[in-house]
C-alpha cells in the first residue's frame, strides 16, 4: 500500500469514526494548509481539525495535515519532491472567541525523494516533532482561517536526518467548519 | 508594566551591544600578526603570478583555480597543489577569497560578491595570458561562488570558456541548522566561534562574525533558488560533485539539489560522486587528527579522478 493509499484511508476512518459518536457535539474542520519554510520551500495540502466537548470543552483540537512541495515549490522547477504527515495535538485559548490563540505539539512523518539512486545512502525519512502557536479566526461564514508559526525540534543534521527538513516554519490553513455533527 | 519595560530594554540592549570576540594575535588568523601566505608570496599560489609569460605549452596545460571555503585559506588546496608539482601535468592555482586570510575586521566587513572577486580576477588574468585549458574547483562555499558565477551568465563575456567545474563537498544547505536564525540571532550573538584542530590553527578564522554569516546564508540561498529554476554550464564544460555521505558542516542534501539543478550546456546531466566519509572537505588531510586510512583513500580516489578529468 502507496502512502497516498494510506493517507486516503486514515481519513476516510477518521471522518467514519468521528459521524458514528452520535452524543456529544463535535466540530470538523477541513480545507487547504500553506506551509513556508523559511530558507526553503513552499509546500501545501489538505488538513483535517477535530474537536468535542470531551476534549475539555473543545479546548484541544486534533489535527491530520499533508503538506507537499509536489503542490509547491517543487512545480515546474527543480526543487525536491518532499512529504510531511503531522498528526498535532492542539491547545486553544479563548475557545469559545471568534479570534482564539493556539499552542500545540506535532508529530508525524517526513519523507524526501532523491529521485536518484546515486543520493540511496542519504537519508529519506524522519520522525517530525514540533511545537507550533499561532492565531485562528472564526468567521461568521462556515470558514475558519488560522496563521501560524512552528520550529521543528527535529531538522536536518548532515548526519541521521534529511537535510531539507528545516526548523522554522509558518502555516495559513482556510477551511470550512462543520459545527455540532 | 515596569516587568515588560525591563525585559524590552534588555532585549534592545543585548541586539546593540554586538559584542567582540578576544583575539590572540599571536596564535589566531583573526588577529594582525597572522597572515595567508599568498598575500605576502602570491608567485607561490597563484598561476598568473608564477607564470609571467607563457610558452604555447604551458598555456595548454590544465589550470585548476581552486578556492576554499568560509573562514578558510588556501591551506585547504595545498595537498592538490603539492600533487601537482609532483606530476608537472597540470596546475593549481589557489586563490584566496577576498576578506579571508587577513584578519576578524576584514572578515567582517567583506560581502559573498567580495569574496568571489578574486576568483574572477585570476579567471581573468589566466585567459588574457591565452591559458586554454582552466578548470575551477571549489570546496564547500567555494562551491557555490563558482554556481553563481555560472548562473549569473559571468563567463559570457569570455571566449575561452571554463573546460570543466569540481565542487568538492559543496554548501547549498548548511547541515546547523541554526544559520537560517542568523537573522533574528545574529545580532545578540555578535559572533559564533569554531574549535580548531593543533594543525589547523592561524589557518582558519576562529571568530565568524554574524555579519559573514549573514552573506554565508545570502549565497546559499541564492544558489538553492537559482538551481530550482535551474542553471546551464558554459558551452562545452563538464562539472562533477564530489560529496561526503556524512557532512556536520555541508548538509549532504546539498548534492541532490545540485544534481537537479545543474545541466550541462546540450542538456546533460552533470556527474556525481558520494563518498564514505564524514569529513567535510574530504580532500584536505593536512591539519587533521585521526585521519584514517579510508580517508587518504578517499583523498587519492578524488586526487585522481579530477586528474583523470584534466586529461580528458
Known sequence: MNRKTITIVFLFLSVSVLFAQKIISRDLRVGLVMQQTQYLYNENGVGLDYTCERLLDKKIHIKATYLSSRLGSAIGTNALKQDYYVFGAHYYFMSKKSLQILAGLNTGLFVVDYENPAFDILPKSSAILAIETGLQYDF????????????????????????SLFPVFYKLSIMYRIKDI | ??????????????????PQPEIDN?????????????????????????????TTAQKDTPVIIAAHGYSATTFEWDELRDR?????????????????????????AATWENWQEAIKT???????????????????????????????????????????????????????????????????????????????????????????????????????????????????????IYKSKI?????PVSAPMLYKGLKTNDGKNVEIEMYDSDLHVF??????????????????????DMELQVKL
Open chain 1, 140 to 163: 461568521k461564514l462556515p470558514i475558519t482561517a488560522s496563521l501560524t508559526a512552528g520550529y521543528n525540534v527535529r531538522s536536518g543534521n548532515g548526519v541521521d536526518i534529511p537535510g
Open chain 2, 1 to 18: 508594566m515596569k516587568l515588560v519595560y525591563t525585559i524590552l530594554i534588555s532585549c534592545l540592549a543585548l541586539i546593540a551591544c554586538n
Open chain 2, 26 to 54: 599571536a596564535t589566531m588568523l583573526d588577529g594582525n600578526q597572522i597572515n595567508d601566505l599568498s598575500l605576502t608570496q602570491p608567485s607561490k599560489y597563484l598561476v598568473s603570478e608564477y607564470i609571467a609569460n607563457p
Open chain 2, 84 to 108: 601537482a608539482n609532483l606530476k608537472k601535468t597540470f596546475y593549481v592555482s589557489q586563490v584566496l577569497l577576498g576578506g579571508h586570510g587577513r584578519d576578524y575586521a576584514d572578515f567582517k
Open chain 2, 122 to 240: 585570476e579567471y581573468q588574468k589566466l585567459t588574457t595570458k591565452g591559458f586554454k585549458n582552466i578548470y575551477l574547483a571549489g570546496s564547500s562555499t567555494g562551491a557555490p561562488l563558482l554556481v553563481e558565477m555560472i548562473s549569473s551568465g559571468y563567463f559570457n563575456a569570455f571566449t575561452i570558456k571554463p573546460k570543466g567545474f569540481f565542487l568538492i563537498d559543496p554548501i547549498v544547505v548548511s547541515s546547523n541548522k541554526t544559520l537560517t536564525l542568523v537573522g533574528l540571532v545574529g545580532p545578540v550573538l555578535g559572533y559564533t566561534t569554531s574549535i580548531l584542530e593543533t594543525g589547523e590553527a592561524g589557518k582558519w578564522y576562529v571568530y565568524r562574525p554574524q555579519e559573514s554569516l549573514k552573506q554565508l546564508m545570502a549565497l546559499i540561498d541564492l544558489t538553492r533558488k537559482n538551481l530550482e529554476k535551474g542553471i546551464v554550464l558554459p558551452t562545452g564544460s563538464k562539472l562533477k
Open chain 2, 247 to 251: 557532512d556536520a558542516t555541508a548538509d
Open chain 2, 283 to 304: 580532500t584536505r588531510l593536512r591539519g587533521r587528527i585521526g585521519v584514517i586510512a579510508k580517508d587518504t583513500q578517499n583523498q587519492t580516489a578524488a586526487f585522481s
